[in-house]
């Protein structure tokens, strides 16, 4: 195989495994594997946004690249291919052409569940967190009716995550406090449910993973992009307090 | 309690859907997330927060290990959902909700909690890896 292809499939494996929500460590774990089985040197430096790979031949030429990821949210049945491929080739089950093209095809591949069972099992998961945390089986019942909508709807905007982010605070906290209004009920209960779907909590505790690895820019990063998405939410749900303290 | 431990059972089923985990895994990684919960609980009656978070996610690091040894799994979506219940996602959205508000002392106490959550979870964690290494030597690898 030809150095460059190589490092076209070490960019794949490596966008392909950030991009799914795998951390930094293992997409820097993959390309160095790929590098050791091919007999290169290889330096790779991954943060949630850009990945940079550096190799060098034997004759020490070296080889480098950086790619651009765009982060979506975290998907398992997809990082689980990643890990077949890469245990395919290790073995030498797939010849690395074989695996750059299984790798496109993946990467196009169709996402496992559709949206409507995923928003029904984050409206289950509200349910159960609203339990968790005290509601009652009514409130629990609220909250997982006001995130089966929400979710579905919030899902499909082609926007930023921070916008999705203040509409799912603001929604939830109109719609909870609305009904909480209405029948007499502790509306916290209902949106600490609601909010669980959208809160980053895996990503605070990814960063904080990242950071005790010594991963400290895309610990630090990540870190700050949940912050942000928890001030979107919160910006949201506040905007909404004041819109229905003042209605009710 | 039992309602609770339950509930956290469905909350690990919600997420593992939400985050694509191929449908058999999910029983067992609910499991795990059920049985992190139940160390939760009961560690809390005498523990405190940070503490009793390490020992769950310690049971969860070492359970998650297990089963994906024997049942030739990947680690990554058994652990990230048998960390659900732990996870202090409502705690920090409060923290955030208070600083909003200017409740300073409302949102240290619920950044204080979110912190030792994440470390605590994270603590587990690491220390998981160590005593499974020890584990596995000790009876596998005889």
């Known amino acids: 195989m030809r150095t460059e292809d190589i490092l076209f499939m070490m960019i794949l494996f490596g966008r392909g495994i950030a991009s799914s929500g795998g951390s930094a460590t293992d997409v820097e774990r993959y390309i160095e594997e790929i590098g050791r089985k091919n007999g290169f040197k290889t330096e790779v430096a991954s943060t949630p946004t850009v990945i940079h790979i550096s190799i060098v031949e034997a004759d020490g030429r070296s080889w480098s690249r950086i790619e651009r990821i765009k982060v979506e949210r975290p998907n398992f049945y997809k990082i689980m ?51 968790v945390f005290g509601g009652s089986l009514v409130e629990a019942s609220l909250s ?42 502790n509306s916290s209960n209902i949106i600490v449910g609601s909010i669980m779907p959208f809160v980053p909590g895996i990503l605070i505790t990814n960063s904080v993973l990242e950071l005790a690895n010594r991963n400290l820019v895309s610990g630090s990063s990540k870190l700050t992009e949940a912050l942000l998405i928890l001030a979107s939410l919160v910006f949201g749900a506040s905007s909404a307090y004041f819109v229905v303290g003042g209605a009710l | 309690m039992i309602v609770r431990i339950l509930a956290s059972f469905l909350a690990g089923t919600g997420f593992a859907v939400v985050f694509s985990v191929p449908a058999r895994i999910i029983p067992w990684a609910s499991s795990i997330a059920a049985l992190s919960w139940f160390v939760y609980e009961l560690s809390s009656l005498s523990l405190g927060l940070a503490l009793s978070v390490f020992l769950s996610s310690l049971v969860v690091g070492i359970s998650a290990r297990v089963t994906a040894k024997i049942k030739n799994w990947p680690l990554q979506p058994l652990i990230v959902v048998g960390i659900v219940p732990l996870v202090p996602g409502a705690s920090a959205f409060y923290a955030m909700q208070n600083f909003m508000f200017e409740n300073l002392f409302g949102a240290f106490e619920f950044s204080y909690m979110t912190f030792f959550s994440a470390s605590g979870i994270v603590i587990g964690l690491v220390a998981s890896t160590s005593i499974y290494t020890l584990l596995e030597r000790a009876i596998w690898n005889k």
């Not at chain 1, 990643?82 to 996402?111: V, W």
């Not at chain 1, 929400?150 to 921070?162: D, G, I, K």
């Open chain 1, 81 to 131: 291919g990643y890990r077949r491929l890469m245990k395919d080739y290790m073995h030498d089950e797939n010849s690395g052409e074989d695996t750059i093209e299984l790798l496109k095809e993946l990467e196009k591949g169709r996402e496992h569940y559709s949206v409507f069972l995923r928003s029904l099992f984050a409206a289950l998961a509200a349910f159960a967190f609203s339990i």
């Open chain 1, 144 to 185: 997982m009716s006001i995130t089966l909508p929400v979710f579905f709807s919030l899902v499909q905007l082609p926007s930023n995550r921070m916008l999705i982010d203040f509409l799912a605070g603001f929604t939830i906290t109109i719609l909870a406090v609305s009904a909480g209004h209405l029948f007499d009920l």
